[in-house]
Each structure stands twice: as C-alpha cells, then as structure tokens.
C-alpha cells in the first residue's frame, strides 16, 4: 500500500491563479511542489524555475557510445577474419562511416528515452494526490506539508484562486 | 460539436472537449470500420497463402528468372520503406520547424510510418528465400565464423531500416504515453486499468514534463538526420553499383524526396476516410490537409526535376548504356510503366498548385491514389529496366510478374491495414496532448494569452 503524502492539493482554472500561488509558495518556502497540467506550461515553467532536464547528457553518452560502436565494431570483426573485398583496405573507413551514422542515432535514441525514465523516476510521485481533471482544463499544485501546515496553506491556495482544495495524509 | 477555424489551426475547443472527441473515437467502431478491417484480415490471408506457397516451392513461382533477380519484392520493399517517411517528416522535422498545422496527423502519419516499415521488413526476408537464416544479415557470425561485408551497402541497408523502425516506434510510444494517461483518466473498468498500466503512472506532473519535453525535443533532433540517411541508404543499394540507370549520385535526393512524396500520398489515402469514419472532421480540416498537399507537391516537383535531371544525364553522359535504358524506359516493351510513374508523380502532382484542388477532398484523395500507384511503378522501373538490359545484350531478358508476386503484394497492404486499422481503435489518433498545447488556459486577469 503506497503512503499518502501528507499535504495540500489545489485545483486551478485560471493559469495566472496558478502561476501566482506557486510563486507564494516558493517565497514561503515550500519548494518541493508538484505541478500537474495537461500540456506543458511556458507560465508554470516559469514560475517553477527548475533548471534545464539533464536529459542531453544521457543523449549526449548514448550518441558518443553508438558512434564508437559502430567503428569498433565494424573495424574489429573486418580484422577478425580479413577478407580483402572489392579491392578496398580489410578496415575501411568511409564504408563504416554509414553503420557508425546508424548506431549513433540508435544508441543516442534509446539513451535519450532511458534518460528521461530515470531522470523521472528520481523524484517519486507516489503518494502524492493526484485528480483526473489535471488531464484536462485544471492545473493542480500539490504542495507537502505537515499537518500542522496544512490549514494555512489551504488558506493560502484559496485565496490564491483555487476552486478546490483538499487536504491528505493522516 | 466545437468547430476549428478552416484558416488555423488555433483549435476553439477547450482541453475537455478535445479529450472528450479523441475518447470517442476509441468506442464502439462503425460498420464501415469493421468491413475495412475484415478486407484488410482477408488480403492479408492472400499474402499468407501465397507466402506458404513460397516456402514449398521456392522462389521461381514469383517469376524470378534471369537476368532480373531483384523483382517485385525489392520493388514493394522500397515502396512500403518510401511509405514510411513522411511519418517522421511530419513528427519530427516539422516538430523542429514549429509548424503548427503538424498537430492533428502527425500521430497517424507516425503509425502509418512504423507500420509501413514493418511491412517493409517482410520483404528483404521474403526475398532471400531461405528465410529461416534471415539473422546471417545482422552481425553474427555465419558459416566458417565469417562476419557479414560491412563494406556491402546492403549491410548499412539492415542497419538503416533496423534503426528506423526502432527509432520510429520509440518516437510514436513516447508521444503516446500522455495522451493515454488522458484517456485512462477519462475510461472506466478494464480499460481504465490497461490504460493506467500502459500509461506508465503519468500525472503531467511538472518534473515529469521537465524531462519529457527535452527528451522528446532531442529524439526529434535524431529523427531528422535519420530519415533523410535510410531512404539515401536505400538508394545506395543501386547506386553502388555501375548498373545503367542506377550509378547516379543524384539517387540519394531523388530517392528521398520520392519517399516522402509517396509517405504523404498514403497519409492523404489514409487519413481522408479515417476523419469521416473516426468523426474527427472537426479536428482535421482542410487547413491540414492544405498544408499537406503543398508538401506533396513541392516533392512532387523535386521528383519531376530528378526525372528530368535522369534523362538529361544519359543524353549527356554520352553513354551508349544508360541512353540506352532510358530510352527503353520511355519507348521500350514496357513503356506504360514508365510513363505510368511520369504521369502519376511529375504531371499529376503539378495539380496542387491550384487552391481549388489542395482543399478539395475527394480531388485530393483521387490525387493520392494516383500517387501510390505512381511511387509503386517507379520503383519497378527502376528495377525491372535496369536489371532487364544490361551490359551484354545476349544476356537481356524481361520480368514477368506472376500471381505470387501479386498475392505477397495484396498481402502486404493487408498486412499493413490490419494493423493501421487496430492502432486507430485502440490508441487516440489524434495528438491530445500536443492540441491542448495549443489551446491557451484561460487567465483571470486580460483573458487568454
């Protein structure tokens, strides 16, 4: 059974409610927020302020992994058995320019899509509350807390603008 | 319903409408899904029964004979890779360009793409004919521990379409994977459940976008480069050699723009009947498919100058074979299939300059099969002609397509409805997420932004 996160859950209609309740949360020192919203958000970005994904160094690995690959890979099975082809060297590079072109993408492409799995899964969501209109018009700003705190973050979230507030956790 | 501007594709609908649309389409199917999914089964069962013929009576049923021992299975083989380019345009090129019009097909395109690759696939397979040792194409050791000729174009050809169809499905899952949390949001019972499990706990939580934005940003990023290597890697299988009318360094171009010409006549083929049986009208206007007949015909020019160019260099080249295959092509025993694939791509193309038509549908669709059959006839000439009359005239001979080249044909567009038809019931055709992208939240202090 997955703990509940103790905290407050806001629903917002309006973007500028959101952008502005996620600010004053910040400024009050609640940092470890949880934003959802049904596309990605310029404004909410914004307001958020974290800095940019480290997906590219995954894709960045990946790339320069496929590219050696591919030149190792075709270099050290033409030696391991040298067959003299169409008159060209037993290592020819210019052919293998296209395989390593190929493992470059390859590689870069599942490490990009690994990056953004473990990257994602670093910060659990796991019992954070969660409603299913955030797919849709509503953005939510989850904020945890303590118990002691959640009554004046609820004040805070609804006179921010939130049509709906609840609290969670025991 | 909630309508879009025909001259935008700024869609007035608000996310719940968009959600509500695409869920739609997802329910109980009309009687005209069922009868084309029924064809599709059926033609596929064609293909089938002609495959086991195949396997027990060898090759020489599809009317492999000398000197043409490339036929219609490399022929279909380029086709169906061609199919699936524009898919990857449309997501991943037009993704970098920011073109807005991309939002409502690119994921049929997508699906169309990994689909037709798919398809594509069989082919190589079908054609070695001895398909139980097709892995001796990947690098592992074959007999005597010889590793594959990694200087053999048809070697980067396996790891070109391999890397493709992986890239491309990798591409089309990721894009899926908030708009299935959409629909699982919106379902009940056992589907809320498959949904929730394949959505894999996406909430749109803000560091789940963080990281998926730039991730899906740079997989776009690796896309492009990659579409426009497969189709020159393609065109590498002929142009590596020194056959007349396949030696020419414009074939990686011409090859290109040729597979991105036929990928969005199928997408038109497709996507026109999808938006009425589907009841997405709404949703993909003829804004969309505007934009994509001017993409169909600015390749389609591209193809009538690369024609031309091809003509012109075996004028000028002097060369007594290559004048010789193009004048076979045009005036030879099969003259109706090069002129067949002039008519279909160069002139019928050039019909899309005029506004009346880009936005005329039924204009459109007819157009579209003219395109498929055109791109399907190239690629025939290209090979047949080529292989037919080579070097040595005492060695010239002509292909002769049998009822087995036929049945994998048929079967192969089975094959590819079968699954295009099942993706679109069980998977949203239409890009929620990115929609809703365009859609501005509403702000309470000067309206939306």
Known sequence: MTKVVSGVLGSFKHEDDAVAAIKGLKEKGFRDLTVYSAAPNHHLEAALDHPVSWVRAFTLIGALTGCAAGFGMTLWMSHDWPLLVGGKPIGAIPPYVVLAFELTILYGAMFTVIGVIVLSALKSLRGRAYRPEFSDDTIGVFVPCAADQRSSVRTFLERTGSEEVSEHGA | MTSVAHDHPHPKMSHADVTRDVVRTLETPSRGYYLALFSAVGMFLVGVATFVMLLKDGLGLAGYAPPVFWS??????????????????????????RSPWRTAVYRSTEAMTVFAVMTAGLFPIIHIGRQWIFYWLLPYPNQRFLWPNFKSPLIWDVFAISTYLTVSTTFLCVGLIPDIAAVRDKVTGWRRKL??????????????????????????????????????????DFAMSIVPGWHGTIFAPYFVAGAIYSGIGMVL????????????????????????????????SILFYAYAMEYFVAWYSSNIFEQTTFWRRAFGPQWWAGWSMIICNAFVSQLLWFKKIRTNLTALFIISIFINVGMWFERYVIIASSLSNDFLPYAWGQLNPTWADWGILIGSFGWFGMYFLLFARTFPVVAIQEIKEMIPMPRRKGGAH
């Open chain 2, 72 to 97: 219609v299975y490399i022929t279909t083989f380029v086709f169906w890779v061609g199919i699936g380019h524009a898919g990857t345009l449309i997501s991943a090129i037009l993704f970098l360009f």
């Open chain 2, 195 to 236: 949904y929730g499990a394949l959505s894999l706990g996406w909430t749109g939580a803000d560091s789940q976008w963080r990281n998926y934005t730039r991730g899906y940003l740079y997989l776009a990023a690796l896309a492009t480069p990659l579409v426009l290597s497969v189709h020159s890697v393609v065109s590498w």
């Open chain 2, 269 to 300: 083929t497709l996507v026109i009947p999808l938006r009425k049986v589907l009841k997405i009208e709404h949703m993909i206007t003829e804004y969309h498919f505007d934009n994509l007949a001017k993409l169909t015909l600015l390749t389609g």
